[in-house]
Nanobody, 122 residues
Framework: QVQLDESGGGLVQPGDSLTLSCVAS????????MGWFRQAPGKEREFVAS????????AYANFARDRFTISRDNDKNTAFLQMNNLKPDDTAFYYC???????????????WGQGTQVTVGS
């Protein structure tokens, strides 16, 4: 059974940085792409970023391209989302996701974590 456990959310100030982590279990980590989605209050879930199984390819939403970095440590079965220069509009529940292929993806992940709250306050 695939399990995704996020951590690292919290309350930060505009301009701060935050790194989310996601530990995956239940299958061979390096064989599958990982990704992050988010859902802000009153809005639909949206794609943030994804990374291929080997880590060589990444995909980003336009809003994330210049401020967020997705990465993974295949020795530790962990994916990361580093977020810089956070803005109030980044306030959302962030979900770790995975799919059943090694390729980057932008929609329809097969697996979801429980999510972690990121609040950018002033």
């Amino acid at each position: 059974q695939v399990q995704l456990d996020e951590s690292g959310g919290g309350l930060v100030q505009p301009g701060d940085s935050l790194t989310l982590s996601c530990v995956a279990s239940g299958r061979t980590f390096v064989d599958y792409a990982m990704g992050w989605f988010r859902q802000a209050p009153g809005k639909e879930r949206e794609f943030v970023a994804s990374i291929s199984g080997g880590g060589g390819r990444t995909a980003y939403a336009n809003f994330a391209r210049d401020r967020f970095t997705i990465s993974r440590d295949n020795d530790k079965n962990t994916a990361f989302l580093q977020m810089n220069n956070l803005k109030p509009d980044d306030t959302a529940f962030y979900y770790c996701t995975s799919t059943n292929t090694p390729w980057v993806f932008r929609k329809d992940p097969a697996y979801w974590g429980q999510g972690t709250q990121v609040t950018v306050g002033s």
